[in-house]
């Protein structure tokens, strides 16, 4: 059990801090420094394709929740319902609601947003769609990277209270 635990805590923090730390980074510098750069931002999108950020980021997200869950499975002694409304338990469980949420708009809305934006790239006739998908993409963006921080938060005072 204890090798298990280490195991996973080391998963979920350092795929978390990933995970939270670079929607945070693409939410306050990248996109408004590409929307600033207007067409000339598509080469860098197309870069983050070549790369597969919208391939790897929904597995950093997804290893990160599967790992915590298997974590509070774990101190929770299987989701006790005395453990899950301590102080604690109700932190880690805002937090854990807050990365589902995350993760369920990364996948629904902002990964389908920026595959169009990245197939559209600098076409200048598909100029008036690609605006309101960057919209989409800044807005659902600015949301994810709050409630990332907000299960940042939650993980790290969790143990706390």
Known sequence: MHTELIALRLVHILLGVFWAGSLVFMAVFLEPSLRAAGPAGAPVMQQLAARRLLQIMPVVALVTILSGLRLMAIMSN???????????GTAYSVGA???LLAFGMGILVMRPTMKRLMLIGADPARASEAQVLRLRSTRTGQIVAVLLTITAAAMAIGRYL
């Open 78 to 88: 299987g989701f006790t319902g005395e453990w899950m409304r301590s102080r604690s």
């Open 97 to 99: 609601a807050a990365a």
